[in-house]
């Protein structure tokens, strides 16, 4: 099973972008579904973008065009490239793993603020 370290949330401004990243340890990081998820205060956890392993993506509507999620096997990571970024995308964001027969994983989560 892999271990999921996130990175890269912090204060931004309305219109600003931030980089997530998620480094996960373990073996075959590449036959890994990946996928990001936040929660905002007083809310549910939501899907925000989720990666197959073969690479096929797809996004919440509420960033479609503004997100982009990549990942790049030779270094354990997948990425979120949040641009154009809104106070409500304000949340703690959450990486996942999930395997089908390893099972599945999750970050400890990094906080995104955005306000001006």
Request: aromatic share 10%; proline share 3%; net charge positive.
């Amino acid at each position: 099973q892999v271990q999921l370290v996130e990175s890269g949330g912090g204060l931004v401004q309305p219109g600003g972008s931030l980089r997530l990243s998620c480094a996960a340890s373990g073996r075959a990081f590449s036959f890994y579904d990946m996928g990001w998820y936040r929660q905002a205060p007083g809310k549910q956890r939501e899907l925000v973008a989720r990666m197959r392993s073969g690479g096929s993506t797809n996004y919440a509507d509420s960033v479609k065009g503004r997100f982009t999620m990549s990942r790049d096997n030779t270094k354990n990571t997948v990425y979120l490239q949040m641009n154009s970024l809104k106070p409500e995308d304000t949340a703690v964001y959450y990486c996942y793993a999930q395997h089908i027969s390893r099972g599945d994983a999750w970050g400890q989560g990094t906080l995104v603020t955005v306000s001006s």
